[in-house]
């Protein structure tokens, strides 16, 4: 990769620039040197915890869990960024249309619904076009716990950390927002009128205001028995959003028992099917009904098995938070509203 090397107008420092990064923020002193394409976003932060906060968050969670509790792991390390995210704040505006299933006379009728969209909210996408770091989906979703603080009112020298190169402009940022936006309300549609699938879905968006969120995500690396694993932890709380864990002995023993039972069974279907087709069944109709019946439930077991199968050979468990813990998009207007207010 090319560097720009140029010295930092308030301190003087060196910074190298990638020429594709539209956001440069000078390590030493903090100055942000905005490219002309988005001079005008401002840019607010959610500062950091300190390492040993993040790491106690990262203990903590281990001690609390059902499988990693009383286990002797080691902290490897421990590195923490700064992850850009445009925030957008849109209207949206438009019609959805969609189905309910249910059964009738054993029938399945479709039953047509539809509704309007209208709907204001904070809409967060990556402000990178090659985003994929470990636990960055879980932190789309647990963005607005922490207050985000304009960046120049903070000491930079007390919560720095490596700030991740901005490399989407606004009018990209539009594009992935309205990409984004179908699976965001179409899911909240799809819940709040318990659909069974969505037909047609017709919005037009109005982004009001934009800001770019610089949000810690940190790396936490444990060893355990030679091998190891990441656990991804916001650092503005701090919390854990994604761990990964050892399989187990008892886990493995576990897994390799309910796969032979599952193919077992599944040979016992098949096994005990040909007498109740052949024997005890008389009519024809009864036995394509039964013969149904068979297959599917052969089907599941195997399915069961080959699941269970594919997680005895893995060596990690990933786990990520509870749906519950997650915040709705509602609350996060809420809590972004005296931001948006400084912002106009
Ligand atoms: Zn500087």
Not at 54 to 76: F, K, L, S, T
Not at 80 to 98: C, K, Q, S, T
Not at 228 to 245: K, W
Not at 296 to 321: D, P, Q, R
């Amino acid at each position: 990769m090319s560097f720009v090397t140029y010295s930092c107008r308030t301190c003087g420092a060196g910074i190298d620039v990638q020429p594709d990064n539209l956001l440069t923020i000078c390590e030493y002193c903090g100055d942000i040197h905005p490219a002309k394409d988005i001079g005008e976003v401002p840019v607010h932060i959610v500062p950091s915890r300190s390492r040993d906060e993040v790491i106690a968050a990262v203990n903590q969670r281990m001690a609390q869990d059902r499988d990693m509790r009383g286990v002797r792991y080691e902290i490897g390390s421990a590195e923490g960024v700064y992850v850009p995210i445009y925030v957008n704040h849109a209207y949206v505006r438009g019609r959805w249309e969609g189905y309910k299933t249910r059964r009738q006379n054993k029938t399945t009728i479709k039953e047509p619904r539809s509704g309007a969209i209208d709907q204001r909210g904070d809409f967060p996408v990556p402000a990178r076009k090659h985003a994929h770091e470990f636990g960055l989906a879980q932190l789309g979703r647990v963005l607005f716990r922490c207050q985000p603080v304009p960046f120049r009112t903070l000491d930079w020298k007390s919560i720095a950390l490596p700030v991740l190169a901005v490399d989407m402009d606004e009018s990209e940022a539009d594009a992935l927002l309205s990409d984004n936006l179908i699976d965001l309300i179409g899911e909240q549609i799809r819940a709040a009128h318990s659909l069974d699938g969505i037909t047609r879905f017709e919005a037009d968006r109005w982004i009001q205001s934009r800001f770019i969120l610089l949000y810690p995500l940190w790396t936490v690396i444990y060893t355990y028995r030679g091998g190891s694993y990441r656990v991804a932890v916001e650092g503005g709380t701090p919390s854990v959003l994604a761990a990964m864990e050892p399989v187990f002995l008892s886990q493995r023993i576990g897994r390799f028992l309910a796969t032979i039972g599952l193919t077992v069974t599944a040979g016992l279907i098949w096994y005990g099917s040909w007498w109740v087709l052949f024997v005890a069944a008389h009519d024809s109709d009864e036995m394509g009904k039964l013969f149904i019946g068979v297959i599917v439930a052969i089907l599941a077991a195997m399915t069961g098995a080959w699941h269970m199968a594919g997680k005895m050979v893995a060596s990690v468990n990933v786990e990520g938070i509870a749906d519950a813990q997650m915040d709705g998009l509602k609350g996060q207007t809420a809590k972004l509203k005296a931001l948006w207010r400084r912002l106009k």
